[in-house]
């Protein structure tokens, strides 16, 4: 009877260790991604100088900080994507009117369009 204690004794403790650091790997994980933003002026430098025209609006729906931490509360910001359809660069841009700033928040090679062209 007493390895089969031992043995209970040992599972428990194992399962306990495992509930205790477990982590769910599919739940999603707030991210912190270095951004440059700006005023208008040097964004439409930085798009002429790359020929990348607007092809692309919305308004976007999404979370920002608050003085400590994520807002509960999204806020809804102009999003606008340009791209170079010959040299095939784009930037993906978002304006935050209440800082009256553009922030560039993706650029890169390699834009591709799927399904219609323009």
Request: glycine share 6%.
């Amino acid at each position: 009877m007493k390895p089969l204690r031992t043995l209970l004794a040992i599972y428990v403790l194992f399962l306990g260790i495992v509930i205790l650091t477990y982590k769910d790997a599919g739940a999603g994980e707030w991210q912190d991604k270095p951004i440059v933003c700006t005023q208008l002026e040097e964004i439409k430098q930085g798009l002429a100088a790359r020929g990348e025209i607007k092809i692309f609006e919305a308004i976007q729906i999404t979370t920002v900080r608050d003085m400590d931490t994520l807002s509960d509360t999204p806020v809804y910001l102009p999003l606008s994507i340009w791209v170079n359809p010959k040299d095939k660069t784009y930037t993906i841009i978002e304006f935050h009117p209440g800082y009256n700033s553009y922030c560039v928040i993706s650029y890169g090679a390699e834009w591709t369009m799927i399904g219609e062209t323009l």
